[in-house]
C-alpha cells in the first residue's frame, strides 16, 4: 500500500482547465464511490479548491494506476485526456505526504501563507469520512496535515502580511479605484472568500456594500458581520446596475451575469465603466462579458501578480517552515513504516 496524489493547480493549468476538473459539492459522493471502484481502492480524499484539483489516494501498488487516475479524472469530467497530460502532476512517497503537508500549510498556495486552504484541507477530509472513504491511513494522514497547517502559522511569521484570495481581489480593486472606500461594491455570495474579502472592505472603511446569495439567510449573517445591505439574488442585473465592483465568489455550476445581461446593465448604467472579479472556479461570470465596451473582468488567475508582490517576508520563513513540514513527514512515515 501506498500513498500518492494526482491533480493540477494554478501553476501547472490556467483556470480554463482547471474549471473543468472542479468537483462540485454535489458531485463529491459520486466521484468519491466512483474512483475507488473502478480503480479497487480502499481509501480516496479530493480536495478540489478555486487554486487546485487533488486526488489523494492509498494504492495497491505502483505500476498503471498513474494512468488509470489520469484517465478517472478525464472521463469523470468529459475532459480530453491530451488536454491534460502535460497539466497533471503525480506524487508517491514521500513525495505525496510532503505535497499534502506543504498544501495544508499555505505553503503551496497562489497567495503563500493564506489561511483558507487549511479548512478546505479539513472539509475535504470530513466529507470523504462521512461517505466511509477513509480508513486508518488517511485518518492519521490528514490529522497530520492539519496538526501541521496549524504549527506552521503557530510557530512561524508566515500568515503575517499574508493576504487571503479575497483580500488579493480587494488589493485589485483598490488598484482600480484609489477612493474605493466611496464607490459601491456588489459581492456576489457569503462564502468563506466573501467574508474575507467583507472583512477588508470593513477595514477600509467602505461605506457601500451589496450582498446577494442564493441563501438570503447567509447573506443576512455577513451584512450582520461586515455591515452592508442584502440584496436579493434574483434581481442581480439591477444591483449591479447601482455597483462600480462587483466581487463574485460562490459555488454555483452556473454563469450567474452573462452578455445579453451585462449589455443590458450598462445600457442602464449609460456606459459607465463596470469592474467584474470573479474568483469563483468554475467561473461565474461569462467571459464573453469581458469583450463588452466600458466593461473590466478578471478572474482568479489575474490575481496572481498582486498575490506575489508583498512575498519577501513570508519567504523568508520558508526554511522554518519547511523545518516543520519535514519533521512532520518523518514521524507518518514512521509510522507508515511500523504499519507495514
Not at 501547472?12 to 462540485?24: D, G, K, M, W, Y
Not at 486508518?136 to 492539519?146: E, M, P, S, V
Not at 466600458?294 to 519547511?322: F, K, P, T, W
Amino acid at each position: 500500500m501506498e500513498i500518492s496524489v494526482l491533480g493540477l493547480n494554478h501553476r501547472s493549468a490556467p483556470v480554463e482547465l482547471r474549471e473543468r476538473v472542479a468537483f462540485s459539492e454535489e458531485a463529491l459522493p459520486g466521484a468519491l464511490t466512483s474512483v475507488r471502484r473502478e480503480l479497487r481502492l480502499p481509501e480516496c480524499v479530493i480536495l478540489s479548491t478555486c487554486n487546485r484539483v487533488e486526488l489523494y489516494t492509498v494504492i495497491p501498488e505502483r505500476d498503471g494506476h498513474e494512468a488509470k487516475m489520469r484517465e478517472f479524472l478525464a472521463r469523470f469530467h468529459r475532459v480530453e485526456l491530451d488536454s491534460l497530460s502535460d497539466r497533471i502532476y503525480w506524487h508517491l512517497q514521500p513525495d505525496s505526504v510532503r505535497h499534502l503537508f506543504r498544501v495544508a500549510a499555505g505553503l503551496d498556495s497562489m497567495v503563500v501563507g493564506e489561511s483558507e486552504i487549511l479548512g478546505q484541507v479539513r472539509q475535504a477530509y470530513e466529507r470523504a469520512v462521512a461517505h466511509g472513504s477513509v480508513g486508518a491511513i488517511f485518518h492519521r494522514l490528514f490529522q497530520t496535515a492539519l496538526r501541521t497547517g496549524k504549527e506552521v502559522r503557530a510557530k512561524t511569521r508566515i500568515g503575517q502580511g499574508a493576504t487571503s484570495v479575497g483580500s488579493v481581489a480587494v488589493e485589485l480593486a483598490r488598484r482600480i479605484f484609489r477612493d474605493l472606500p466611496s464607490k459601491t461594491i456588489l459581492v456576489l455570495g457569503a462564502g468563506q472568500m466573501s467574508e474575507s474579502a467583507l472583512a477588508c472592505l470593513k477595514s477600509l472603511g467602505t461605506r457601500s456594500i451589496l450582498i446577494a446569495n442564493r441563501t438570503q439567510e447567509s447573506a443576512a449573517a455577513a451584512v450582520q458581520a461586515f455591515g452592508g445591505r442584502v440584496v436579493p439574488f434574483s434581481e442581480l442585473e439591477g444591483s449591479a446596475a447601482q455597483a462600480d465592483i462587483v466581487l463574485c465568489s460562490t459555488a454555483a455550476d452556473r454563469y450567474l451575469l452573462q452578455e445579453p445581461q451585462v449589455r443590458r446593465i450598462m445600457a442602464a448604467r449609460r456606459q459607465k465603466p463596470l469592474f467584474l472579479i470573479d474568483i469563483s472556479v468554475p467561473r461565474n461570470l461569462d467571459p464573453a462579458i469581458g469583450r463588452l465596451e466600458n466593461v473590466y473582468l478578471y478572474d482568479i488567475d489575474d490575481l496572481q501578480g498582486i498575490a506575489s508582490a508583498n512575498l519577501q517576508m513570508r519567504l523568508d520563513e520558508m526554511d522554518a517552515c519547511s523545518e516543520i513540514v519535514e519533521r512532520q513527514l518523518d514521524g507518518f512515515l514512521a509510522y507508515a513504516a511500523a504499519r507495514a
